[in-house]
């Protein structure tokens, strides 16, 4: 990190954390121009093959109560 990124860093650190959200989900979107068009429709259709894989085994999943409360006792 060059020392004019840093100091853009540094300031945006400064800001309240609504505008801190709003700067990083700007910069994000800024990026996706970057990103490769084929790596959203091979998501796709992973999560459908997951999906479906998930609705023919008979899963149940875990509610996000237990998987949050698993991840923040670490």
Known sequence: MDATTR???DRALTLPST???ALAAALLDSCEADVDPDVDSAWLAEIAQRAERARSDGSVGIPWSVVRAELLAG
Do not use: G, K
């Open 7 to 9: 100091e853009l860093l």
């Open 19 to 21: 505008e801190r959200a």
